[in-house]
């Protein structure tokens, strides 16, 4: 039995996100894309990463539109990506911190 193909989400803010991590689109290149969006959702029903719901939610939208294997992500390959998205959202945020109004 053939898997469905999901189709390619086109987004703006996506297509941003995937340019500043180009590292963590290679990293899912070969994931299927169901089972790494459901990888990283689960780490919302973890209480001790409720603060991080910003960045899993970022990992769960890059894993969506950049996805297209079928590999089961690895605890590393999890663990890798939600910390190259905490630098990327950090320097953002000093970012808009530092902006004259």
Do not use: Y
């Not at 970022?58 to 969506?64: D, G, I, S, W």
């Not at 089961?72 to 320097?91: G, H, Q, W, Y």
């Amino acid at each position: 039995m053939e898997t469905e193909q999901i189709p390619p989400i086109v987004d703006a803010a996506i297509e941003q996100r995937a340019r500043a991590h180009t590292d963590t689109v290679a990293d899912f290149g070969g994931l299927d894309p169901i089972a790494a969006a459901a990888t990283f959702a689960g780490l919302l029903a973890m209480p001790h990463l409720q603060a991080n719901c910003i960045r899993i939610e970022a990992l769960v939208h890059l894993a969506v539109a950049n996805c297209g294997g079928r590999m089961t992500p690895t605890e590393e390959a999890v663990l890798r990506n939600f910390e190259r998205l905490a630098s990327f959202l950090l320097i953002r945020l000093l970012r808009s911190v530092h902006q004259p109004l």
